[in-house]
């Protein structure tokens, strides 16, 4: 099954920017749907941003305009752009196909955005 390694993440401050990346192995990311997902404190993991076999992209509300999502198939990776970030986009980040494979998950990267 297809497995995922999750990078990039730190601590910016409120406007800042991080680039996350996401390198699968054990299959080819072509073969899946795949998005960002993220856990902010307290709260439960939910999708933010996902690009379909087709790059059809859609984004949660409250990053659109903010973050990108983008795929190369070629290198096995997915990133995650984030742009003007803000403390609430403080969370453990992590990348899945869509719908999630349970046996997929990665440990994750953490982001925090102080203000």
């Known amino acids: 099954q297809v497995q995922f390694v999750e990078s990039g993440g730190g601590s910016v401050q409120a406007g800042g920017s991080l680039t996350l990346s996401c390198v699968a192995s054990r299959d080819s990311i072509s073969r899946y749907n795949i998005a960002w997902y993220r856990r902010a404190p307290g709260k439960q993991r939910d999708m933010v941003a996902t690009?379909?076999?087709?790059?059809?992209?859609h984004y949660e509300g409250s990053v659109r305009g903010r973050f990108t999502i983008s795929r190369d198939n070629a290198k096995n990776t997915v990133y995650l752009q984030m742009d003007s970030l803000r403390p609430e986009d403080t969370a453990v980040y992590f990348c899945?196909?869509?719908?999630?494979?349970?046996?997929?998950w990665g440990q994750g990267t953490q982001v925090t955005v102080s203000s």
């Open positions: 899945n196909t869509n719908p999630a494979l349970n046996g997929a």
């Open positions: 690009v379909n076999r087709w790059d059809n992209i």
